[in-house]
């Protein structure tokens, strides 16, 4: 019997997600992940590394508790909100029995973890706005258990409309959890639906430390929610999710100073974010730029410039996202430096413009 043969049956069929470090390329600008561009400063402490270091560490815990305006018992830490995502589907669905529900165009992994585990995977595309169809939703709930909602959204940038989540809750109350991804949150810290947690039971916030706290490498997030959701979950994450050198990184970056150090970046990226929209705009290739809450813009291209390859052979690697429902020719450029953002925009003008082209084919 081959290896095959002995695998899971959804395992074997599905697509791995293409995370930008699998996609690869050879690049000098990396615009491909929403990360911060520059390294933070941190003065790593030898823990004692013989020792299983805790669970859910206190210090951790408790910081990001008091960040988020929460009680400790409100948060757990894991690795990467990818390991809430995932966390979330091992604890609410039965496998062949439950759904999920998202709204393309949206993050890939609430697909592939629900994939993995053979949970169904419900879609109602957002509208034109990229805002929820509430009416499609609500007609699809049967047998869902987890509503993953991106806000801001990935990869358009906007945030999802408040009323309509306030709606979803009432919808959902008794029936399926809510779960409001806020990957991107710093970005537009008054779009957090943290302040609800009081009112709904049923919702569950998402985070990270990998964009504006700078430390993608960590592999550090949270879910965010009533205490009962917690303690589910708590069940069936690893004995030991977070190592001691990155629970002792994840306290200080969740320190005073380290606060103070993500409000000024932030600061930084949502100003390079606004120059580079007004320059994208500019740019002959750019059909449209869109609005974005977040460390990233999604923009519209001329397809005859062939934009994504001709910037990535220059070293400029961008993410492509013809491949999502509704955004052909589109892709999203994350905000790194302004030296970066002005490499693109040269890059850009330096591309024959449509005009230009047929000019030359006719001479
Ligand atoms: N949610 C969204 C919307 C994201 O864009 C990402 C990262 N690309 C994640 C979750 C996962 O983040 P983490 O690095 O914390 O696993």
Known sequence: MSISQLARANVLALEPYQSARRLGGKGDVWLNANEYPLPPTIEARPGNLNRYPACQPEGVINNYAAYAGLRPEQVLACRGADEAIELLIRAFCEPG??????????????????????????????????????????????????????????PTGNVIRPQDIKRLLELTRGRALVVADEAYIEFCPQATLAGWLADYPHLVILRTLSKAFALAGLRCGFALADEQVIQLLLKVIAPYPLSQPVADIAEQALGAEGLALMRARVAEINATRQWLAAALAACDCVREVYPSAANYLLARFDPASNAFRALWDQGIILRDQSAQPGLRDCLRITIGTRDEAERVVNALRALASPADSARKEAM
């Open 97 to 154: 029995q439950d759904a999920i529900l998202f709204c393309p165009p949206t993050y890939g992994m609430y697909s592939v973890s629900a994939e993995t585990f053979g949970v169904a995977r419900f879609t109602v595309p957002a509208r034109d706005d990229w805002q929820l169809d509430m009416t499609a939703i609500e007609a699809r709930l049967d047998g869902v258990k987890l509503v993953y909602i991106c806000s801001p959204n990935n």
